[in-house]
């Protein structure tokens, strides 16, 4: 056997050391498939951008100013289990912060990213991980907000 030859085995040889080496060394994440769809992570605070309550006769943008009054409203949600959030809804005026209206809803899986919210079986908003909505009618009066991170 020739000296080229044995320097070609002993390059090979390093070479397949060096690769099993590094693959072994190398995070097992790369070499999984990525789910193309990941779940949004869906707890967190959302800006409210719109707010209708008719009962109060409210239609409004926020934040927004009426009256010398400076009124911005935030949606905390936290993710109770696979099918259930809990939320909160909380109205600042002028700074301060009033503790709002408080509730859970079961969420079921839509499409894509989405979550319906439901009320019994009737779907009352959604949520994606970046915007919550809420649009339903109670006693005649309709009570929608729409909410963003």
Do not use: W
Request: hydrophobic fraction near 35%.
């Amino acid at each position: 056997m020739s000296t080229i030859q044995t320097n070609r085995r002993v390059a090979k040889a390093l070479l397949l050391i060096v690769l099993t080496f590094f693959i072994s060394a190398c995070d097992n994440n790369l070499f999984k498939k990525k789910d193309k769809d990941p779940e949004p992570e869906l707890a967190g605070t959302y800006q409210v951008r719109r707010f209708i309550d008719e009962s109060q006769n409210f239609d409004e943008n926020l934040p927004v100013t009426i009256n010398g009054q400076r009124l911005s409203a935030a949606v905390i949600v936290t993710r109770s289990s696979d099918t259930e959030i809990s939320f909160r809804i909380d109205v600042t005026v002028n700074g301060q912060v009033n503790d709002g209206d408080t509730g859970t809803a079961t969420i079921r899986k839509a499409s894509g990213k989405d979550y319906d919210i439901l009320d019994g079986s009737t779907r009352v908003g959604s949520i994606n991980g970046t915007n919550f909505n809420l649009d339903y009618t109670d006693g005649g009066d309709r009570f929608a907000l729409t909410a963003s991170k």
